[in-house]
């Protein structure tokens, strides 16, 4: 199990990342933000662009609402990798992630979010906890 | 002289590294932690108790439960981590949260008499630091926020009634305005849903703003509307709560089809 900080650490420490930050996206909130110039500045993006994809895309499904699992943005010359985390108590916490788009591998990264995000709620078993904290 | 303001206290606080709690009159609490504040409760927002309760994960026993075991040295945070009612990270996201949105409310609330208790210390523990500079640059941006959103506070003491009908043929809703909107009965105000839905004050006050500006409440004008006109002579019966508009025909566009009609049977 892992906190936040440990969380932050855990996403910066997937290959190619260039910069990250925790957004709480009811507020707009930078919770926690390493490499990034202004944390501010970023989550009120960050936010407005999740925000932004889960109206666009609720409009677009059949359904009329979606949950977004995570999403993806290829730029010139990064990844944005936005995963959303549900918090039993508080709602919902983004992980945004940029990465290098030469020296990362986008599979990997979205396999390592998902683990991070079963660390940050507990989701995995006490054994597999052990594991992946003694890596 | 006045009694110095929050603000005054906490960053004298915080210049001498203390620890303990500042008691904001009857507006709530803001724990230090070495000159940072770690935990903030406020009469008006949902505390770290309530959060839990509404999130179904522990019963309202089961919390007191733990702040009666939590000891002197304030495990109650690692007591509930450690029953699995929660993860460490949740923990400390609803502990940050909590005090943002205490935090929020108890700085705009003018200048209470501000009692400090040194070493001090809240059941949950601390989890999550602010330092002092950064708390006040949040509180300013949420405030900012709001103006933004929609630049009057004429809502936000004031009973949620969301209009009966729609201006238009379609509406996208968040997760939370969508709750805020079933659980209003027009006789609670945004405090009040928020605590009863378990939802952060800000976030609700937010959401109530964001409402308002998509114009799917009723502003206050409206609201008093049947009140305020006087009764005519013969006029219809008025005690009926639901106004129906009356349809609201252009003359000119009669007279457009009067005229057209007239035309096709001219052909």
């Not at chain 2, 108790?49 to 179904?56: D, F, N, P, V």
């Not at chain 2, 000891?71 to 609803?94: Q, Y």
């Not at chain 2, 300013?140 to 009966?164: K, N």
């Not at chain 2, 129906?244 to 025909?249: D, G, L, S, W, Y």
């Amino acid at each position: 199990m892992i906190g936040i900080e440990g969380c932050l650490s855990e996403v910066m420490s997937i290959p190619g990342a260039l910069d990250a930050i925790l957004v709480e996206p009811i507020s707009g909130m930078a919770i926690l933000g390493k490499g990034v110039p202004d944390p501010v500045r970023s989550a009120a993006g960050l936010t407005e662009t999740f925000r932004a994809a889960l109206e666009g895309v609720a409009m677009a499904s059949p359904e009329g609402t979606v949950r977004i699992d995570d999403m993806i943005i290829t730029t010139e010359t990064s990844y944005h990798l936005i995963r959303p985390i549900e918090m039993a108590v508080q709602g919902t916490l983004l992980i945004c992630l940029r990465m290098d788009l030469e020296r990362s591998n986008l599979a990997l990264a979205r396999r390592r979010l998902c683990t991070i995000t079963d660390q940050l709620t507990d989701q995995l078993t006490a054994q597999s906890t052990a594991q992946s904290t003694a890596q | 002289m006045a009694p110095p303001t929050l603000d005054a206290v906490l960053t004298g606080l915080a210049r001498d590294n203390a620890t303990g709690s500042v008691r904001v009159g009857k507006e709530g609490t803001v724990y230090l932690t070495r000159g940072r504040v770690s935990y903030a409760e406020s009469a008006t927002t949902p505390g770290i108790e309530e959060l839990l309760t509404a999130s179904g994960r522990i019963t309202a026993t089961g919390v007191r439960g733990v702040r009666q075991a939590s000891g002197p040295e304030a495990d109650g945070g690692d007591l509930l981590v450690n029953k699995g009612v929660l993860s460490r990270g949740e923990l400390e996201f609803s502990a940050l949260g909590a005090t943002l949105d205490a935090s929020f409310f108890l700085l705009r609330s003018g200048a209470p008499r501000c009692r400090f208790k040194d070493g001090d210390t809240h059941w949950l523990g601390a989890h999550w630091f602010f330092d002092i500079p950064g708390l006040f640059r949040e509180c300013e941006r949420r405030t900012e926020q709001l103006e933004r959103t929609w630049p009057s506070a004429e809502l936000d003491d004031r009973p949620v009634v969301p209009v009966e009908r729609l201006g238009g043929g379609h509406v996208l809703l968040t997760a939370h305005q969508w709750e805020l909107l079933v659980a209003a009965d027009s006789t609670a105000t945004p405090v009040d849903l928020a605590r009863r839905l378990g939802r952060p004050a800000y976030a609700t006050l937010l959401a109530v703003r964001e409402l308002a500006a998509a114009g799917l409440l009723a502003v206050q004008a409206e609201v008093d509307a049947p009140a305020l006109p006087k009764r005519k002579a013969a006029g219809p019966a008025r005690d009926t709560p639901a106004r129906p508009r009356p349809p609201q025909a252009d003359p000119t566009d009669v007279n457009l089809l009067i005229r057209l009609r007239d035309a096709l049977e001219a052909l």
